[in-house]
């Protein structure tokens, strides 16, 4: 059973930098995992994501530059390192992943390509 788990949410100032991890467990190896966030009285948008063979990576123009999304085997992880925090990233974090067997290039975007979903974490960034 594929369960995922994100954790390393908390509380910054702005320009700070934080890393979220989703920890996987069962069969993911061959999944592209992606990352999404929800805002209070927003949608669920779209961060960034990573293919299954860890080749490739996709941002929202917004995390574009400030975000960096990478892949741990040894610790069956997919880590999110977000530097130069601002107000406006402020939400629930979560991962996803997508188990239809993509290429192993693919990094799925929407919301509806993802099968599977952590809880979330939350990150604030306030003065």
């Known amino acids: 059973q594929v369960q995922l788990a994100e954790s390393g949410g908390g509380s910054v100032q702005p320009g700070a930098s934080l890393t979220l991890s989703c920890a996987t467990s069962?069969?993911?190896?061959?999944?592209?995992i992606g990352w999404f966030r929800q805002a209070p009285g927003e949608e669920r948008e779209f961060v960034g994501g990573?293919?299954?063979?860890?080749?490739?990576?996709s941002y929202a123009d917004s995390v574009l530059g400030r975000f960096i999304i990478s892949s741990n085997n040894s610790k069956n992880t997919v880590d999110q390192q977000m530097n130069d925090l601002k107000p406006e990233d402020t939400a629930v974090y979560y991962c996803?992943?997508?188990?239809?067997?993509?290429?192993?290039?693919?990094?799925?975007?929407?919301?509806?390509?993802?099968?599977?979903w952590g809880q979330g974490t939350q990150v604030i960034v306030s003065a």
């Open positions: 996803a992943a997508d188990e239809t067997r993509q290429g192993p290039w693919s990094v799925p975007t929407q919301i509806k390509e993802y099968d599977y």
């Open positions: 990573i293919s299954w063979s860890g080749t490739r990576t």
């Open positions: 069962g069969r993911t190896f061959d999944f592209p």
